[in-house]
């Protein structure tokens, strides 16, 4: 077994799996350039165009937008006082309610303000940690600053992720007192400005990973209390709210124009997207090149080969991700397998042992779908959306892939394509 090409392999597949890219040296070695116009329209809009400074953020599963979030979240530095989470990190996605959204968020900016040594009084302190009662002790902990405030935290968020009886016990505490616990983010939000000369902005990731009735809870029935801290907050909603009229009225009636969204990137046009000989748009091509470039080591994926891997992703970043994680780990078990292995790399063959796996990935998902197929081929020869019942999935599950040019049109993810057409389902181009 060629034990350096096994390594090499098993840190490309490493390497693809850091989605979002958080790490300042992660950043460093793997960040493409990607999204940039979409991170300066949400800069424009939290500097000035949203009414009270509150945005909303969406795009399919997979584009890229923890890692834009991120990336705004450093640029917004120098200009705000800026906390960046995920409310998955933080709270149970099954149990997420505008209550805990607020609470996390007060316990966030507490910790980064006790670590940037901001002076918080015992009040504000009181009102996030002090709130269950507990004893004497404890009480007298969390009214200190430093270390100690710092484990009291840490506590705090652990409970705050894990434990259901915690959970309950805020929304206890707060669901007929969330305007005191507004009053106090904004007490805390105050001191931290008046310190630091800098304006709050608050960046919650991962809400769009909610279902749509928990999306609807949170941005229809309590969107006033979510938006009520006096401070910037950007926050992600799932790609469905776009079609949902309650949320979006809900939003609008909050000022907020529409919900800000990162685009599945385009390799082809809507005019050339059926003609075989047409040739892909070369600088986005090139976007998706540069990720597997700086995650491949050289010599371990075949330029043509990279080239169709990019091609069948469909312009998803997470696609991409997929399929070369299929395609290292073929070739790690393809260097268990052959004693030597000095020529084993990502060609053509691997490629395709990749795609067959998720070529039935898809299969099983369509399979389970009232109208999934009936869906899918009205959506190729259209380029519309259907409106059969089951669009939404094969949106939320990529197997149909949003453009925009002028107008919103809708494509086949690539694997999805070839699975319908071996099925006898569309023509062979």
């Known amino acids: 077994m060629n034990q350096d090409l096994l390594q090499q392999f098993q840190a490309a597949y490493r390497d ?39 945005v909303v953020f969406t795009g399919h599963r997979g584009c890229g937008k923890s890692t834009l979030l991120k990336q705004f979240s450093n640029e917004m530095q120098s200009k705000y006082f800026t906390v960046f989470f995920s409310v998955a990190d933080s709270i149970e ?28 009084d015992a009040t504000t302190k009181q009102v996030l940690l002090e709130w269950t009662n507990q004893d004497k002790k404890t009480s007298e902990k969390t009214i200190k600053n430093g270390a100690e405030l710092e484990v009291d935290l840490q506590l705090v968020t652990l409970k705050l992720q894990r434990e259901g009886t915690f959970r309950d016990e805020i929304e206890k505490t707060f669901e ?64 469905e709210a776009v079609r949902n009229t309650d949320i979006m009225a809900s939003l609008t009636s909050e000022g907020v124009v529409r919900p800000r969204i990162f685009p599945v990137l385009k390799f082809y046009s809507r005019n050339d ?43 998803v970043m997470r696609e991409l991700v997929r399929l070369g994680r299929e395609c290292c780990l073929e070739c790690m078990v393809q260097c268990e397998l052959e004693p030597d292995g000095t020529t084993i790399q990502v060609n053509d063959e691997i490629l395709a042992i990749a795609v067959r796996n998720l070529r039935n990935d898809f299969a099983r998902l369509i399979g389970d779908m009232e109208e999934g197929y009936s869906a899918l081929t009205q959506v190729y020869d259209t380029l519309k959306s259907s409106p059969k019942a089951n669009f939404n999935k094969l949106l939320h599950g990529l197997m149909v892939l949003e453009y925009e040019n002028d107008a919103m049109w809708y494509d086949l993810h690539p694997i999805v394509l070839d699975l319908l057409k071996r099925e006898g ?4 181009a």
Do not use: W
Request: net charge positive.
């Open 176 to 239: 007929r007192r969330i305007t005191d616990l507004v009053l106090c983010l904004d007490r805390l939000a105050a001191m931290i400005q008046n310190t630091m000369k800098k304006p709050v902005l608050v960046i919650i990731d991962d809400l769009d990973k909610l279902g749509l009735k928990a999306a609807e809870k949170i941005y229809v029935d309590n969107l006033k209390s979510l938006f009520s801290p006096a401070f910037k907050m950007l926050l992600t909603v799932p790609i």
């Open 16 to 54: 693809l799996d850091l989605f979002p890219l958080i790490e300042p040296d992660m950043i460093e070695k793997l960040r493409v350039e990607y999204g940039r116009e979409v991170l300066l329209r949400l800069k424009q809009e939290v500097d000035g165009g949203a009414r009270d400074g509150k």
């Open 273 to 315: 997207v059926r003609r075989v000989e047409a040739e892909p748009i070369a600088k986005n091509i090139a976007i998706f090149e540069e990720v597997v470039k700086r995650r491949f080591p050289a010599g371990t994926i075949a330029p043509d080969t990279a080239r169709k891997m990019v091609l069948l992703s469909g312009g």
């Open 93 to 120: 996605l099954s149990a997420v309610t505008h209550t805990n959204i607020l609470y996390a968020t007060g316990i966030m900016l507490l910790s980064k303000a006790t670590k940037a040594n901001i002076p918080i």
């Open 425 to 428: 389902m569309v023509a062979e």
